[in-house]
């Protein structure tokens, strides 16, 4: 079936400094996602994007955080500076509509702060 | 509160047995539910939906909803050891504007020979 990459698997860096995670979505979605999951919780949404813009934000998306998918390339979630509850497992996700489309999720990317 | 709440936190089920999983909501703004079901290292994949009252059968999976009670459950007959896994109940607003998915803490599901 469709599926979504996500590179890299883990990632590892010191508080304050900057990350990018990468999401290679499945080809023809048009809406892509950014959910965190921190060990023991529940997964939680954090933004969706769609056609440039960011679409839906939770109150997750600090400032700190940025997503943008320039031509068509990955679709990225950067965090700077990063901090100590950063910590968790980055899922992005894309689906080819909203509504009652379904989600596809990538396998995720560990994010461990220090 | 959690807005979408799932029981049992685990379960045991003999292979070939019945594996029954709840989900209840409390954010009536909730039309869409999913099932998903994450292996151990994957990212969780949609098992099923259901947006409608009533039950929705897929091979050995059978989902119900009520929504008059929040409420969804999903069934698995004839267990294998193949669905151990974690299952995560999800719902999504009808909302236009709201896309994102609020999912539950999960069920982890252990399948025994």
């Known amino acids: 079936g469709p599926k979504v990459l996500q590179i890299p698997s883990h990632q590892i860096i010191d508080m304050g400094q900057m990350v990018t995670l990468n999401c290679d979505p499945v080809?023809?979605?048009?809406?892509f996602y950014w959910y965190k999951q921190i060990l023991g919780q529940q997964m939680e949404f954090l933004v969706n994007f769609y056609n440039g813009k960011v679409m839906e934000k939770s109150k997750l998306f600090k400032d700190q955080f940025s997503v943008e998918r320039p031509d068509g390339s990955y679709f990225t979630l950067k965090i700077q500076p990063t901090a100590l509850e950063d910590s968790a497992v980055y899922f992005c996700?894309?689906?080819?509509?909203?509504?009652?489309?379904?989600?596809?999720f990538g396998p995720g990317t560990r994010l461990t702060v220090l | 509160q959690q807005k979408v709440q799932q029981s049992p936190e685990s379960l045991s089920v003999p292979e070939g047995g019945m594996a029954s999983l709840n989900c209840t909501s409390s954010d009536r703004n909730f039309q869409y539910f999913w099932w998903y079901r994450q292996h151990s290292g994957e990212g969780p994949k949609a098992l099923m939906s259901i947006f409608s009252d009533g039950d929705k059968k897929e091979g050995r999976f059978t989902a119900h909803l009520n929504k008059a009670s929040l409420h969804v459950s999903l069934h698995i007959r004839d267990s294998q050891p193949s669905d151990s896994a974690l299952y995560f109940c999800?719902?999504?607003?009808?909302?236009?504007?709201?896309?994102?998915?609020?999912f539950g803490l999960g069920t982890r599901v252990s399948v025994f020979p």
């Open positions: 080809s023809n979605h048009l809406y």
């Open positions: 996700a894309s689906s080819s509509g909203t509504g009652g489309r379904e989600q596809y």
């Open positions: 999800a719902a999504r607003s009808s909302h236009n504007y709201a896309q994102g998915l609020t």
